[in-house]
């Protein structure tokens, strides 16, 4: 339709609401300053509209990630610290006898912390897979027409969620083998079958 006509129909006089322009950037400054004067209520270059769009989104999912991964760090480590203390509670009595028998503490302490290495070696694939089908599934979710997520996981994530898994097990094997050092051997000798 022609704009004449549009205008005719809506009863008003002629009006722009908006114009895209294609400039050439060696005259972009002088557009600026003649926009400036004029009555245009606003403009925006696109070029510079993107860069600050993507900046923004740059940001916000930097900020998202940093709080996911530091939640995820906190969760880690409590599932393999409260697995690590469970398993020293209901092997403790055994433990303490393996003591007063004549175990050393690195042998009780070989014994506790290989079982949750044992129950750790297999959680480290397990866990990869299940985080790398889960995003596939989260991504394809929030797919639509006007939007599209690549799968993109890098190796290097994969090596941090690792470096993580085995730094809260570390940390974890030695908070527990503080607490072996005092298990109670008397309570053991005293304690009827």
Same mark, same amino acid.
């Given at each position: 339709?022609?704009?004449?006509?549009?205008?005719?129909?809506?009863?008003?006089?002629e009006?722009?609401?908006?114009?895209?322009?294609l400039?050439?950037?060696?005259?972009?400054?002088?557009?600026?300053?003649?926009?400036?004067?004029?009555?245009a209520?606003a403009?925006?270059?696109?070029?510079?509209?993107?860069a600050?769009?993507q900046?923004?989104?740059?940001?916000?999912?930097?900020?998202?990630?940093?709080?996911?991964?530091?939640?995820?760090?906190?969760?880690?480590?409590?599932?393999?610290?409260?697995s690590?203390?469970?398993?020293?509670?209901?092997?403790?009595?055994e433990l303490?006898?393996?003591?007063?028998?004549?175990?050393?503490?690195?042998?009780?302490?070989?014994?506790?912390?290989?079982?949750?290495?044992?129950?750790? !070696?297999? /959680?480290?694939?397990?866990? &990869?897979?299940?985080?790398?089908? =889960?995003? @596939?599934?989260v #991504?394809? %979710?929030?797919?639509s027409?006007?939007?599209?997520?690549?799968?993109?996981?890098?190796?290097?994530?994969y090596?941090f969620?690792?470096?993580?898994f085995a !730094?809260? /097990?570390?940390?974890?094997? &030695?908070?527990?083998?503080?607490? =072996?050092? @005092?298990?109670d #051997?008397? %309570?053991?000798?005293?304690?009827?079958?």
């Open positions: 339709m022609q704009l004449g006509e549009l205008n005719r129909l809506l009863a008003e006089p009006t722009y609401s908006g114009v895209n322009l400039l050439d950037p060696a005259h972009e400054r002088e557009l600026y300053a003649v926009l400036k004067r004029t009555a209520a403009f925006s270059v696109r070029r510079g509209t993107l600050n769009y900046a923004m989104t740059h940001a916000a999912m930097d900020f998202i990630r940093r709080i996911e991964v530091i939640f995820s760090v906190i969760i880690a480590f409590g599932v393999v610290y409260n690590a203390r469970i398993a020293l509670a209901e092997r403790s009595r303490s006898t393996l003591r007063v028998l004549g175990f050393r503490r690195s042998e009780i302490s070989a014994v506790l912390l290989g079982e949750i290495a044992a129950l750790a !070696a297999p /959680a480290i694939p397990l866990g &990869l897979l299940a985080g790398h089908q =889960l995003t @596939a599934v #991504l394809s %979710a929030m797919s027409s006007r939007l599209h997520l690549p799968f993109l996981v890098e190796t290097s994530t090596a969620a690792v470096l993580v !730094a809260a /097990a570390l940390v974890s094997a &030695l908070v527990v083998r503080r607490r =072996l050092d @005092a298990l #051997l008397v %309570a053991v000798l005293k304690a009827r079958e």
